[in-house]
DNA sequence: ATGTTC
């Protein structure tokens, strides 16, 4: 793919638009991409980060990260931090599924152990962990009841059963972001939510077991103080969101957005796609207060699957959760705006930082990670494609220069549609287990277009990150079971 | 991503 003319190379993985690459453009868009990856990325990327540019208050930069490709308005992989009295929240900078994020869960079983029962483990998770579009969950909540849901996150988990109390601290800002409210979202929102708490979903949404081989292990010490700390140490990894919740959120306030930005604001975007509101505005304060929500029903969500995970290693092993060491690692989010304090030219500031498609990477030392994790910083995860296996990372101090953050995934080298065309999912399945992968699927079309082909190689994307300095690798993670959504 | 095109 060519890339644009004025694009310069600022340092060896770091690239740059200037200002006057478009007309409206407030601050300079950046790159975070080695040169094959950069080349691997679609026009649409180059488009969207400069029209990010224009948006008002932003401050730096437009930022896109290295698995970054085309979305809707942001690229995914975006990252835009805005000043909050001057500038503006905007629905396309999170994405449609809200809190969309990553959770790993460790346990004291080695491959060897579980292999055995492999098969029946994975049909069992399949089973108990409803996925697929539509899907509805087991736990029965009244729409009430489910609006305490979005408004305490991983807190009504606690109080309801579905957590330890450990694993609040081991979740991104303790599984609750403060200041949802449910009263600034839609009915039908609630309708779409209430019966999905507990829900995989479907599309790239996963929950896969993992080995953590000891010839993928980068930092030992960091890796033990994360707790791996055996050789063929197998641990989980799920990927979900909010689910039809936070996609009717987004909606209904692009919807309001659209009637506001320009009679009421005067505020002009490149693409419609952008639509946003002042931050101190009305509208922009009750979608920052209905977006927690959804952040919330995320971390809810995956807290009742962690819950429900347990339950089935308990059946198939027939001990206790705590006997098996299920800790969580953490809990990461990547589809957010949140305000955090950062420093900005020589000044720490508050800001309000979108991420869309890229992971929050606290460096060591910094506010808002666990003790445990204090001298590390925190870890990342960054989920692969179910072939090819995943990463977990550590925030690193020269994250600075990107508001600490990092890359979420591997990112789409070909559409839904062509992998679709090109691969057929029970063929796939075979050829999966012939290499050692047991992969159980609602849809084999939704199989299809998950192939690990139609992925970027996810080694390329961390390398990145990890030139850059915005993450270090720590362990790769290599599947033995899939729950394919 | 998504009661996958109100």
Not at 3 to 13: D, E, G
Not at 353 to 359: E, L, Q
Request: aromatic share 8%.
């Amino acid at each position: 793919m060519p890339v644009p003319n004025a694009l310069r190379n600022i340092a060896p993985t770091v690239w740059e638009l200037p200002v006057g690459y478009k007309p409206g453009m407030l601050v300079p868009a950046r790159i975070f991409a080695t040169e094959k990856l950069l080349h691997a990325m679609d026009a649409g990327v180059f488009e969207q980060v400069s029209n990010v540019a224009c948006l008002p208050g932003i401050i730096n930069h437009a930022y896109c990260m290295p698995d970054g490709h085309w979305g809707y308005g942001f690229p995914i992989g975006g990252l835009a931090a805005m000043d909050p009295e001057a500038g503006v929240i905007s629905p396309g900078g999170i994405g449609f599924d809200i809190n969309c994020g990553m959770r790993l869960v460790l346990t004291n079983l080695t491959c060897d152990e579980v292999q055995p029962r492999l098969h029946h483990l994975v049909d069992q998770l399949f089973y108990r962990v409803p996925a697929g579009v539509g899907g509805h969950g087991f736990v029965r909540l009244s729409h009430d009841e489910f609006c305490r849901v979005v408004e305490q996150g991983s807190r009504w988990c606690l109080k309801n059963g579905y957590a330890w109390p450990e694993d609040l601290e081991m979740t991104e800002e303790g599984g609750c972001f403060p200041g949802a409210d449910a009263s600034k979202v839609s009915a039908k929102a609630v309708d779409r939510g209430y019966n999905q708490i507990g829900t995989l979903g479907s599309g790239n949404h996963y929950l896969e077991i993992q080995v953590a081989r000891r010839e993928n292990v980068f930092d030992e010490e960091t890796a033990r103080a994360f707790g791996i700390t055996a050789p063929d140490q197998v641990v989980i990894m799920f990927h979900c969101g909010s689910r039809g919740f936070g996609h009717q959120v987004a909606t209904d306030y692009l919807q309001t957005f659209l009637g506001v930005m320009e009679k009421k604001y005067g505020i002009q975007v490149n693409d419609r796609e952008l639509a946003c509101a002042p931050f101190r505005s009305r509208e922009g304060q009750d979608y920052f207060a209905a977006m927690k929500c959804a952040v919330n029903m995320a971390f809810a969500n995956r807290q009742v699957i962690l819950h429900r995970i347990r339950e089935v290693f308990a059946d198939v092993f027939h001990r206790d959760p705590r006997d098996l060491g299920m800790n969580m690692v953490y809990d990461v989010a990547h589809n957010t705006a949140k305000l955090e304090r950062h420093l900005v030219q020589g000044k720490m500031r508050e800001v309000l930082v979108h991420r869309k498609g890229a992971t929050r990477a606290f460096g060591p030392g910094m506010e808002g990670i666990p003790d445990c994790y204090r001298e590390t910083g925190q870890p990342v995860i960054i989920g692969g494609s179910m072939e090819t296996g995943s990463y977990l990372l550590a925030g690193m101090a020269s994250g600075d220069q990107a508001f600490y953050t990092t890359a979420h995934g591997s990112g789409r080298t070909m559409s839904r549609h062509q992998a679709k065309k090109l691969f057929k999912g029970q063929k796939l399945q075979r050829d999966m287990e012939a290499r050692g992968i047991y992969v159980q699927t609602v849809s084999y079309g939704g199989l299809a277009e998950e192939a690990g082909a139609a992925y970027k190689d996810i080694d390329d994307v961390v390398e990145a990150t990890e030139l850059a300095g915005l993450s270090r690798r720590i362990v790769k993670l290599t599947p033995v079971g899939n729950v394919k959504g």
